[in-house]
C-alpha cells in the first residue's frame, strides 16, 4: 500500500514523513504549538498520550519543547494493569522519555493505581483524574493492526460500554481475550471530544490497517479507530 492510494475521509489531514524522527519532530512541533496556545487561554492544558513502541522519538522530541510545562497535566489513554517497573508499562514509558528535560514539571495523572484487577483499581483511578479539566486539550492517539486504538479493543466484552457515546464514566476496565494484561482505558466520550487529535502511526502494516479502517467507517465495533476518523483528525505516519 501506498500513501498515495489511501482515500481519508474528508477533513481528516495527513502528514507522511519519511522517517519516524521526521515525523515525530512535526507531531512534537504541533503539539507543542497546541498546548502553547491553549496555556494562553486556560489556566492548565491537558496532554494525552498513547503507549507502545511508536511514541518514543515523539515524546523524546517533545520533552524538549519549551513550554510552562508546570501548567500540563500528562496522561495516558490507556495502560496495562501491570507494575510500574514492568517492561509492558505505558506509565513507565512516559516517566522515562517525556516526563524529562523542560517537561519534568508535567503534572502526570496515572490511570495504574492499587488494585489487582483494573476493576478493583476503578474508583480509585476516577480519583485519580478527578479535577481534570474537560474536554481533553490534546489527544495522541495509536492504532493496533486488529483496528484497536487506547484500550478499546474489538474482543474486549467490555467494549459496549466502554464506547457507548453516552457513557458517564471517563474510565473503563477492558479485558481483551488477545491481550496478557488487563487494560484500563479512557472511555469514547472524553477521547472523541478532545480539542485536538492526531492518529500516530509507524509501519507499512499500519498504513493498511488504517486503508481498512476507512473502508467502512460505520463498524466502529470491528475497529474502534473508526470512531475517531473524523474531520479534525491529524494523521502522522513513516514506515
Ligand atoms: O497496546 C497498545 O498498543 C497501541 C499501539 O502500539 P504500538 O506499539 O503499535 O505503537 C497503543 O496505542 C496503546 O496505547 C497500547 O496500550
Do not use: Y
Request: glycine share 6%; with cysteine.
Amino acid at each position: 500500500m501506498k500513501t498515495s492510494d489511501l482515500t481519508l475521509p474528508e477533513g481528516v489531514q495527513a502528514r507522511f514523513g519519511e522517517t519516524p524522527d521526521e515525523v515525530a519532530l512535526a507531531l512534537a512541533d504541533a503539539v507543542a504549538g497546541f498546548l502553547a496556545v491553549r496555556l494562553r487561554e486556560a489556566t492548565r492544558a491537558s496532554l494525552v498520550v498513547s503507549g507502545g513502541s511508536t511514541p518514543l522519538p515523539f515524546f523524546r522530541a517533545l520533552s524538549g519543547r519549551d513550554l510552562d510545562w508546570s501548567r500540563v497535566d500528562v496522561l495516558l489513554a490507556d495502560e496495562r494493569w501491570v507494575s510500574e517497573d514492568d517492561p509492558a508499562s505505558n506509565t513507565q514509558l512516559v516517566r522515562e522519555n517525556l516526563l524529562q528535560n523542560k517537561a519534568v514539571s508535567a503534572r502526570f495523572l496515572s490511570l495504574k493505581q492499587p488494585g489487582a484487577t483494573p476493576s478493583e483499581g476503578l474508583e480509585a483511578v476516577k480519583a485519580e483524574l478527578a479535577d481534570l479539566a474537560l474536554p481533553l486539550d490534546v489527544l495522541i492517539l495509536g492504532m493496533g493492526n486488529d483496528g484497536h486504538t487506547a484500550s478499546l479493543f474489538p474482543d474486549a466484552p467490555e467494549l459496549a460500554h466502554a464506547m457507548d457515546p453516552q457513557c458517564q464514566e471517563i474510565v473503563a476496565a477492558t479485558t481483551p481475550a488477545s491481550q496478557p494484561q488487563k487494560r484500563i482505558t479512557l472511555t469514547l466520550p472524553p477521547l472523541r471530544d478532545a480539542r485536538f487529535t492526531a492518529l500516530h502511526l509507524r509501519g507499512e502494516d499500519k498504513l493498511d490497517t488504517l486503508s481498512q479502517a476507512v473502508s467502512d467507517l460505520e463498524s466502529v465495533m470491528q475497529m474502534p479507530v473508526r470512531a475517531f476518523l473524523k474531520p479534525g483528525l491529524q494523521v502522522f505516519w513513516s514506515p
